[in-house]
């Protein structure tokens, strides 16, 4: 057999090869197959450095064209003020999960976008009230942006509302989204918008919880985003434990999401856990039943939805001619 080589894909690449529902389509998918065992997805590794850390998530989807993917990430609050940087930058390496050839090696930063909002999407479908009106995203950065896009791909929306430490940052952001989602998006400095709200997503790099019990009020559904390393913090311990919550991976949320800090702080126990967003996506246990409950979803990133994306990406670079080849050999 002659090796192809290794197929190199930059984030135009893949810009160019993904709309956003293709990041849903093939994140479901994944969730689903994990819950039916047709999947694998270990909890994510960790290494801090004094300026930012470095995570390292893999997966491997199993069966009848199998793939296994690494994603290794950079992760540099700082980065975009002080180096003109992005703050998350990586690479995802993709490889023949039958025989472990190299496949492809392709810029993270796009897949990690889509997949992160495509989770909260598929979320908000089945834990949202589906009267929810009004949304607000909390932290106006990259996430922020496709939040967005993430909640108008969920719910009806009619208005959004968008709080950052920075208002300058918020408003440039209502300003270009109105246009681009048709939506009446408004920048605010007071976080208390968040009692009118029927959807609350909290993107921030915060490291203490700023979201309590008192800013959101029955009904509402928040997608808990930010929190994707230990030292991140944006839900209250008080607020998780009156929440119906779900997480991406139990274990995973338990060391990183907002959930490590409401079990250090003895406000609930992992039992408190309602289920994993693979057990709803297939079934396995119900969404929402009460109206006026407060649902939460506590998003950490897997590498499941990584390789789901980065498979999806990897056909469809194949079938148009896409990127680069590079000999290893």
Not at 146 to 175: C, F, M, P, T, Y
Request: glycine share 8%; proline share 4%.
């Amino acid at each position: 057999m002659t090796d192809p080589g290794l197929l190199v894909l930059s984030r135009s690449d893949i810009a160019r090869l993904m709309a956003y529902e293709d990041y849903v389509s093939a994140v479901e998918t994944a969730f689903i197959a994990a819950e039916n065992g047709r999947a694998v997805a270990p909890p994510a590794a960790a290494l801090h450095v004094p300026d930012g850390s470095f995570h390292a998530k893999g997966a491997a989807l199993l069966g009848e064209g199998a793939v296994t993917a690494i994603k290794l990430n950079g992760n540099f609050p700082d980065n975009p003020a002080t180096n003109g940087l992005p703050t998350v930058q990586g690479v995802i390496y993709l490889a023949d999960g039958h025989n472990g050839r190299p496949l492809a090696v392709m810029d993270s930063i796009e897949v990690t976008i889509n997949r992160t909002g495509a989770a909260t999407t598929l979320a908000a479908r089945h834990l949202a009230r589906q009267d929810s009106r009004v949304a607000t995203i909390c932290g106006a950065g990259v996430q922020g942006r496709i939040q967005l896009v993430a909640i108008a791909a969920a719910a009806h929306l009619e208005r959004v509302n968008i709080w950052d430490a920075k208002v300058e940052v918020a408003e440039r952001l209502a300003s270009e989204m109105s246009s681009t989602l048709k939506l009446d998006i408004r920048a605010t400095a007071d976080l208390s918008v968040t009692r009118e709200s029927d959807i609350i997503v909290t993107c921030t790099s915060a490291r203490s919880a700023f979201l309590t019990p008192d800013l959101v009020r029955p009904g509402t559904f928040i997608s808990a985003v930010g929190a994707d390393n230990s030292d991140k913090q944006e839900i209250s311990p008080a607020l998780y434990a009156a929440s119906l919550s779900i997480v991406d991976s139990l274990e995973q949320a338990a060391e990183i999401g907002d959930l490590h800090h409401a079990l250090a702080a003895g406000a609930v126990t992992t039992g408190h856990v309602h289920a994993t967003l693979g057990e709803i996506l297939a079934g396995a246990k119900a969404g929402r039943r009460d109206p006026d409950a407060i649902t939460l979803f506590d998003s950490t990133g897997m590498g499941l939805q990584d390789v789901a994306a980065a498979a999806a990406i990897y056909r469809r670079a194949l079938a148009s001619g896409a990127g680069t080849r590079l000999s290893l050999t």
